[in-house]
């Protein structure tokens, strides 16, 4: 053994920080770039936006107006004449000597006063927001119940069981073995502390006279009725509908109203009545109250036919604000002053530098991505869905002389405004399925073909998915079953045993 020197020649790549800057601005959405946006100009003083700036324009303007508008006011009093001076003096003399004009609610014109801004009552200004859960609404009703507090007890692990939908996910004989675990644990064993099923049994159908209707209710079939027994109007459809889900729900589920007629002994349009009744009814009640706060969606780029009929892609500068340079500090600047201080500018300055064109570089990638992607998928402006083309990343990567990593970044949660609506741009990508001509095809315009087809069949005597795949191949189309149903149930639709319904 013996050491010895050797050379070698490699190629590394080095994530600069600029690198990782530019790396994560190009996947932000843009809220989060806002965010984003708007922590940099908190921390970097060399950094300023075109709304601050005209924000402190007009405050300078304001100032100066204010300024004039004491001026004029000033000469205008030294004008005054004897007469006014007079009177002036009267009125002095029978308002104590610390009387101010504002607190007999004259406010002098050009000055702003802050004790009249703070009773001024803006009813227009936005005052925050208040937001109830499901769990509030429900414990709020029990507060205003006149009940035990074993009974209120009851009610809260029965409310902390309710689900989203609105359904109960314990069952009583669980509570029950609550409250006697709870008691083995305790000293002071009491008979009035224990907990029978009944009892439990009858705050449950308490909590399911609550709003919103059928609520708390322990599976479908009860939610349904609880809504039918609650239902204003009780004639002879609404009854027969309480009883349908009381003694068919299972046909019901399955639409056999075959056999519902056969059992009940029913006319099919005294069934369709009643069939129409329970599907106005909500299957998840307690969907009706929001849990979460609706998140609105901003598009980063805009799609638009012009006069000639072009089609253009644009920024949505709206969205985001425009970067400057502060020129004030950086004119602090000095090359050959080391200090601390001059260093923290230099610094500060560099960096919002880099910032600026990260920004830019992240701006003319996504427009120059989504620019691409409108003039692949041209046929879908023009035509709707139906007129999709096959289009995978490594399509667009090749025509923008990118990598696919890239384009994978800048088409996840970022938008397009179009005339057909906001789309996310990972939206016109889709693999492809070939034709009877030997071409290719779209799965996202086969699942437009799909859903056109189900739209118009008839009601009576749905497609299934062979009939459907039959269709297809008609229109050259080469798709198997298994694809269309596996199409049909990414776009919710049900199999054609549950589209039935009575003519």
Same mark, same amino acid.
Not at 290 to 304: F, L, M
Not at 335 to 362: E, G, M, P, T
Not at 429 to 453: D, Y
């Given at each position: 053994m013996k050491q010895s020197l050797q050379l070698k020649i490699s190629q590394s790549l080095t994530m600069t920080p600029q690198l990782q800057q530019a790396i994560k601005l190009l996947q932000l959405s843009n809220i989060d770039l806002q965010a984003e946006i708007q922590e940099i100009l908190d921390s970097n003083p060399l950094l300023d936006s075109e709304t601050s700036l005209e924000a402190s324009s007009n405050e300078t303007e304001a100032q100066i107006e204010a300024q004039t508008d004491n001026d004029i006011k000033q000469s205008h009093s030294d004008e005054k004449d004897t007469t006014e001076q007079l009177a002036s003096d009267k009125i002095s003399d029978e308002l104590s000597t610390d009387t101010q004009w504002e607190d007999w609610g004259y406010v002098s014109q050009g000055v702003t006063s802050s004790h009249h801004n703070s009773d001024d009552g803006n009813h227009f200004e936005y005052q925050g927001e208040t937001s109830e859960s499901l769990r509030d609404k429900l414990q709020w009703q029990i507060e205003m119940m006149n009940l035990s507090e074993i009974d209120k007890t009851i009610a809260t692990i029965l409310i902390d069981a309710i689900d989203e939908r609105g359904y109960v996910q314990t069952s009583l004989d669980d509570v029950v073995a609550m409250f006697r675990s709870d008691n083995s644990e305790s000293r002071d064993l009491n008979e009035e502390n224990i907990v029978e099923t009944e009892e439990i049994e009858a705050v449950l159908h308490l909590l399911q006279s609550f709003e919103p209707a059928g609520i708390a209710a322990r599976d479908l079939q009860e939610c349904l009725l609880i809504q039918t027994r609650r239902l204003e109007q009780q004639d002879e459809t609404h009854k027969l509908a309480?009883?349908?889900?009381?003694?068919? !729900?299972? !046909?019901?589920?399955?639409?056999?109203?075959?056999?519902?007629?056969?059992?009940?002994?029913?006319?099919?349009? *005294?069934?369709?009545?009643?069939?129409?009744?329970?599907?106005? %009814?909500?299957?998840?009640?307690?969907?009706?109250?929001?849990?979460?706060?609706?998140?609105?969606?901003?598009?980063?780029?805009?799609?638009?036919?012009?006069?000639?009929?072009?089609?253009?892609?644009?920024?949505?500068?709206?969205?985001?604000?425009?970067?400057?340079?502060?020129?004030?500090?950086?004119? %602090?600047?000095?090359?050959?002053?080391?200090?601390?201080? $001059?260093?923290?500018?230099? $610094?500060?300055?560099?960096?919002?530098?880099?910032? +600026?064109?990260?920004?830019?570089?992240?701006?003319?990638?996504?427009?120059?991505?989504?620019?691409?992607?409108?003039?692949? *998928? +041209?046929?879908?402006?023009?035509?709707?869905?139906?007129?999709?083309?096959?289009?995978?990343?490594?399509?667009?990567?090749?025509?923008?002389?990118?990598?696919?990593?890239?384009?994978?970044?800048?088409?996840?949660?970022?938008?397009?405004?179009?005339?057909?609506? +906001?789309?996310?741009?990972?939206?016109? !990508?889709? #693999?492809?399925?070939?034709?009877? #001509?030997?071409?290719?095809?779209?799965?996202?315009? +086969?699942?437009?073909?799909?859903?056109?087809?189900?739209?118009?069949?008839?009601?009576?005597?749905?497609?299934?998915? #062979?009939?459907?795949?039959?269709?297809?191949?008609? *229109?050259?189309?080469?798709?198997?079953?298994?694809?269309?149903?596996?199409?049909?149930?990414?776009?919710?639709?049900?199999?054609?045993?549950?589209?039935?319904?009575?003519?």
């Open positions: 309480e009883k349908l889900i009381e003694t068919q !729900f299972n !046909f019901l589920s399955s639409r056999n109203y075959r056999q519902i007629l056969k059992n009940m002994g029913i006319n099919e349009q *005294q069934l369709k009545a009643a069939v129409e009744v329970i599907q106005s %009814l909500n299957p998840r009640p307690g969907n009706q109250i929001s849990q979460n706060t609706a998140q609105y969606v901003t598009p980063d780029v805009q799609v638009k036919k012009d006069n000639k009929g072009h089609w253009t892609v644009e920024l949505n500068n709206a969205s985001t604000p425009k970067l400057t340079i502060n020129s004030d500090y950086a004119s %602090l600047i000095k090359r050959a002053d080391n200090s601390k201080d $001059n260093v923290y500018l230099k $610094n500060n300055l560099q960096d919002a530098k880099w910032f +600026i064109k990260s920004l830019q570089s992240r701006n003319e990638t996504l427009l120059k991505v989504a620019s691409c992607i409108v003039s692949k *998928q +041209i046929g879908f402006f023009e035509y709707g869905e139906e007129a999709m083309k096959p289009l995978v990343l490594n399509d667009i990567a090749e025509e923008v002389d990118m990598h696919e990593s890239t384009i994978s970044r800048v088409t996840t949660q970022k938008y397009m405004h179009t005339p057909k609506g +906001i789309f996310e741009l990972k939206y016109f !990508f889709s #693999s492809h399925v070939g034709t009877t #001509s030997g071409g290719e095809c779209s799965s996202t315009a +086969i699942r437009a073909v799909i859903k056109k087809l189900i739209n118009a069949e008839n009601q009576a005597k749905p497609l299934s998915d #062979s009939k459907l795949a039959n269709l297809l191949k008609d *229109q050259g189309i080469k798709v198997a079953r298994r694809t269309v149903a596996k199409y049909r149930e990414a776009m919710s639709i049900p199999p054609s045993n549950e589209r039935k319904e009575l003519i």
